[in-house]
C-alpha cells in the first residue's frame, strides 16, 4: 500500500542552524509534493509546491528538493529561528481531478535560542 | 479572505450517538475532504469529493459516511460513534488542478465517551 515516512518524529536544533527534515515515500508515483505548517490547535497551512519534473524550489528561507529515483523529499529551513517552531507535515498528489492528497505523519521542529 | 469553516471545535458525544461534523468552504472549490488527525498517526483521509453528490473512499473509511449536497458543503456522518473515533476531524478544500493547495478548517476534537 502507499506509503509516506517522515522518518524524523521530533527534530531539536540551534537558533540560526538549518533544519533539514525529510519526507520518503513507497509504493507510489506522485506527480506532485506539498509541504505543510501546522501549529497546535490549529489546521495544517501550506507553504511550498514542487513537481515531479522540478528538483528544487525556494521560497524565502525554505527550501524544497524531489528526487523521485530515491522517492524523496528534502525541507530546509535556513537561518531558522524559535518562530519556525512547529510540526512540519508533507504530503503528496496526482494530477487527476478526483485527486486525493495523502499525508506523512509530520516532523516536530523545535528552534532553541 | 479564503475560508474553510467546521461547525464545531470540540464536541463530547456517547457512545453509539449518530454524530454529524459539518464543514463549508466559501472559495468555490470542487474538491473537499475529511481527514482525521491522531498523535504519531499523521493525517489520515477518511473520504474525499470531487463534485456534489460524488464521493470516494480514502483510507480508513469503515464507520464513516458523508454527504455533499451543495458544492460549499461537506458533512462527515459517525453512523454510530465508538470511543476509538475520539479524534481531531480536520476539513479541507481545493482546485481540482492537480498540485493546488488543500486549505484546511481549524479542526473538531471529537470525544466520544
Known amino acids: 500500500s502507499q506509503k509516506i515516512e517522515q522518518n524524523s518524529e521530533a527534530l531539536n536544533i540551534q537558533e540560526g542552524k538549518t533544519a533539514t527534515l525529510t519526507c520518503n515515500y513507497t509504493?507510489?508515483?506522485?506527480?506532485?509534493l506539498q509541504w505543510y505548517r501546522q501549529d497546535p490547535g490549529r489546521g495544517p497551512v501550506f507553504l511550498l509546491l514542487i513537481r515531479e519534473n522540478e528538483k528544487e524550489k525556494r521560497k524565502e528561507r525554505l527550501k524544497v528538493t524531489f528526487d523521485t529515483t530515491l522517492k524523496q523529499s528534502l525541507f530546509h529551513i535556513t537561518a531558522s529561528q524559535p518562530a519556525d517552531s512547529a510540526t512540519y507535515l508533507c504530503?503528496?498528489?496526482?494530477?487527476?481531478?478526483?485527486?486525493?492528497?495523502?499525508f506523512g505523519s509530520g516532523t516536530r521542529l523545535s528552534i532553541r535560542p | 479572505d479564503v475560508k474553510v469553516t467546521q461547525s464545531s471545535r470540540y464536541l463530547v458525544k456517547r457512545t453509539g450517538e449518530k454524530v454529524f461534523l459539518e464543514c463549508v468552504q466559501d472559495m468555490d472549490h470542487e474538491n473537499m475532504f475529511w481527514y482525521r488527525q491522531d498523535p504519531g498517526l499523521g493525517l489520515r483521509l477518511i473520504y474525499f469529493?470531487?463534485?456534489?453528490?460524488?464521493?470516494e473512499k480514502g483510507d480508513i473509511p469503515e464507520g464513516y459516511s458523508v454527504s455533499r449536497e451543495k458544492k460549499e458543503r461537506f458533512s462527515l456522518i459517525l453512523e454510530s460513534a465508538s470511543t476509538n473515533q475520539t479524534s481531531m476531524y480536520l476539513c479541507?478544500?481545493?482546485?481540482?488542478?492537480?498540485?493546488?493547495?488543500?486549505?484546511f478548517g481549524q479542526g473538531t476534537r471529537l470525544t466520544v465517551v
Open positions: 469529493s470531487y463534485d456534489v453528490k460524488m464521493k
Open positions: 479541507a478544500s481545493s482546485y481540482p488542478t492537480g498540485g493546488t493547495e488543500a486549505f
Open positions: 509504493n507510489y508515483s506522485p506527480a506532485y
Open positions: 504530503a503528496l498528489g496526482t494530477y487527476s481531478s478526483a485527486s486525493k492528497i495523502i
